[in-house]
């Protein structure tokens, strides 16, 4: 009889596979992924992990899988030789456990392309056909899209067999992308996540104009049929790419024939990899001798002979170019770094927060240094240390005056902050107020980012959040008139503002700016108080009562809803909207009353749908680990809050505790 573990992990196995297999398609087939490298690769390994316990699961599992099913839209053709991808190793140690076992240790390490894999036949040297890699068995056609690619030459030159298929990467340099975007934006078409999702998205257009019209580039790496091999090693095929007419990565590939060497180069290319002009997301270790890659062979969907060292795929070390300064609805002005765009995790990043001036001197970080930066889920881009320091970098210094508005900077006592003491007429202070108003925490209107608010503003037709509600009906024919709108983008956004006419409380409080009151504390408020006139009644006692409200907090909610200007912006806004009162939908759970923290990243649930979920079961989500704290929920990379956790004795839960307190309690995600 099976045991219960195995029965749970054959069904864990089974929802994993189903989990691939989803995040393939939107890959490859629809070139939209839906999940970040980092989370598709933990989700691969454990599957093979329990692959190895259970063999007779790899029939139909990770071992054997190989990209998605080509796409109906598309003709389709088998590969002569499969397609394999290449097994991935994440660490020091792992790409060892491979070297160690290696019969030859003459190694080429080639730069790992973050693009899209093609295949192109050659008989007698004319281009017949190219396919993508598809299922790894069979690929889609896409043979009049690689004409259209410069670096992939119709006729190849010099010696070639009668039979070739090259095989390499197409993508797009990350120059090409940003313009491609830019032009995008200001067309109102659709805008590119990432290099590798343009140049996939190009690459299988059904019109090949389209794909002409973008700027793709190509290298070639490996071979698939070939009638007969006029190399020994993969350097010589290189040899022989570049005397046919390809680009090759061989500018930044070298030989390797121990584990310093390859480490070595892991970390140069770590440090310069904002200066390669195209992404990448790692590196790719091949046996040199193509004779010893032969007889090792391959696995059922991987040569034994190459592994891709991957990047970690939330940091990755840039050039700072410089440091501007924003100001925000507080008056607070945050500096800004300004970086040689560096794709991070799926995203290109090309600025990052630097807090305030103390973290810049924390840091000793001056324009021109290589830096780290760090981007996890949700959370804005920061840098987190110096990685090289450059003798011509200069230091920055903090300005005195406003770069908006030109008032004066103060940096009170006791406080990091500088701020602008221009409060009433400091424009960045006011586009920031309404940006925060309608953005989705808030009111979550739609149609009026910060172009639109700032063009708005400047021409004096909102002033404050009240004049949102009737911008339309004041000025709805001007709006059309101008570019950019029309009477769809009028109709549009006079549906968006109509809707947003009812908010709920804690929507409501969140929106107006209260200091150091965000959705958590607005949700607090809202549950405890249930109507907007008992929360500006509220005194230091009723607040302080709360679990999660301190003196200083209390005193900021209590301050706000004296302020003249604050009831003023508020009585305005209540002529044109109506706020609902709070309705308790709390679920009487295990976790009811619980102070819990979470930490990590879930694989299943982003950071705010998780700490909704719990608050509709009855628990208090907290941001600090104290003793006070139930439960410590951790997810991958989990870092000191869970150490914390550790040191105190608290109950701590993966995420398959907190899917199985969801399944008792039969709470779901829903927005309120």
């Keep these: 009889m099976m045991k219960t573990a195995d029965l749970f992990i054959r069904a864990e196995h089974a929802d994993l596979i189903k989990k691939l297999n989803e995040w393939d398609i939107a890959y490859h087939q629809n070139d939209a992924p839906i999940v970040d490298d980092a989370t598709y690769d933990a989700t691969k390994k454990r599957a093979l992990e329990i692959e190895e316990m259970y063999p007779e699961l790899a029939k139909h599992g990770a071992s054997t899988h190989v990209g998605a099913a080509p796409s109906s839209k598309f003709k389709t053709f088998p590969h002569r030789v499969p397609m394999l991808s290449i097994s991935d190793v994440f660490d020091e140690g792992e790409v060892a456990d491979w070297f160690n076992k290696l019969p030859n240790k003459d190694l080429f390490i080639e730069l790992k392309v973050d693009g899209v894999s093609y295949a192109a036949r050659y008989e007698n040297g004319i281009l017949v056909r190219g396919l993508t890699r598809g299922s790894g068995v069979a690929g889609e056609d896409i043979t009049e899209n690689l004409r259209t690619i410069s670096d992939i030459p119709q006729k190849l030159s010099g010696e070639f067999p009668d039979v070739l298929e090259v095989r390499g990467e197409v993508y797009m340099l990350r120059d090409d992308f940003i313009a491609l975007n830019t032009v995008a934006t200001e067309s109102g078409d659709k805008v590119f996540a990432n290099p590798r999702n343009a140049a996939a998205g190009s690459l299988r257009q059904l019109n090949s104009a389209i794909t002409a019209s973008r700027k793709l580039s190509a290298f070639g790496y490996t071979y698939g049929e070939v009638s007969k091999k006029m190399w020994k090693t993969q350097s010589e095929y290189f040899d022989k790419l570049e005397s046919w007419g390809f680009k090759t990565t061989r500018k930044w590939a070298r030989h390797a024939h121990s584990m310093f060497e390859i480490q070595t180069m892991y970390n140069d290319i770590i440090m310069s990899r904002a200066d390669i002009p195209f992404d990448i997301d790692g590196l790719v270790i091949k046996v040199n001798d193509v004779a010893t890659q032969e007889r090792m062979g391959a696995r059922a969907n991987s040569p034994r002979w190459e592994v891709a060292y991957k990047f970690p795929a939330a940091r990755a070390v840039t050039t700072l170019r410089g440091i501007t300064v924003q100001v925000g609805r507080t008056g607070v002005l945050t500096p800004v770094a300004e970086l040689e765009p560096i794709n991070i995790g799926g995203v290109v990043v090309s600025r990052a927060t630097l807090h305030n001036a103390d973290e810049i001197a924390r840091l000793n970080v001056r324009v021109g240094d290589k830096v780290t930066v760090q981007r996890a889920g949700d959370v804005i881009p920061q840098i987190v240390e110096v990685a090289e320091q450059n003798p011509n970098a200069t230091d920055f210094v903090f300005p005195n005056k406003c770069p908006v508005c030109g008032g004066d900077v103060v940096r009170s006592e006791g406080e990091v902050a500088f701020r602008c003491v221009n409060t009433l007429s400091c424009p960045a202070q006011r586009i920031g107020e309404l940006e925060h108003f309608v953005s989705r925490p808030g009111f979550d209107i739609d ?203 608290i109950t701590i839960w993966d995420e398959s505790d907190f899917e199985r307190v969801i399944k008792d309690s039969g709470a779901t995600n829903g927005r309120q």
């Excluded at 500006?536 to 009723?542: F, H, K, L, V």
């Excluded at 409200?549 to 003249?564: H, L, T």
């Design 447 to 649: 149609g009026l980012g910060t172009k639109q608010l700032e063009l708005f503003v400047e021409r004096g037709w909102i002033q404050s959040p009240a004049d949102i509600f009737t911008l339309i009906e004041r000025h709805g024919d001007e709006i059309q008139n101008l570019d950019g709108f029309g009477a769809k983008s009028v109709s549009n956004l006079r549906k968006s503002i109509n809707g947003a006419r009812n908010p709920e409380l804690h929507r409501f409080l969140t929106a107006i700016g209260i200091p150091d009151v965000g959705k958590t504390t607005a949700k607090l408020l809202a549950n405890n108080f249930g109507s907007l006139e008992s929360v500006r009644n509220a005194t230091m006692n009723d607040l302080i009562a709360i679990d999660g409200i301190g003196d200083v907090m209390a005193r900021e909610i209590v301050s706000f809803f004296k302020n003249m200007r604050n009831c003023f912006v508020i009585d305005e806004l209540l002529k044109q909207i109506t706020v609902k009162d709070a309705i308790k939908t709390v679920i009487k759970t295990a976790v009811s009353g619980k102070k819990i923290v979470l930490t990590g990243t879930l694989m299943n649930y982003g950071r705010d749908d998780a700490r909704e979920i719990l608050e509709r079961m009855g628990a208090r989500v907290q941001s600090s680990v104290s003793a006070k704290t139930d439960i410590v929920l951790a997810g991958a990379d989990a870092g000191s809050k869970l150490t914390k956790a550790q040191e105190l004795g």
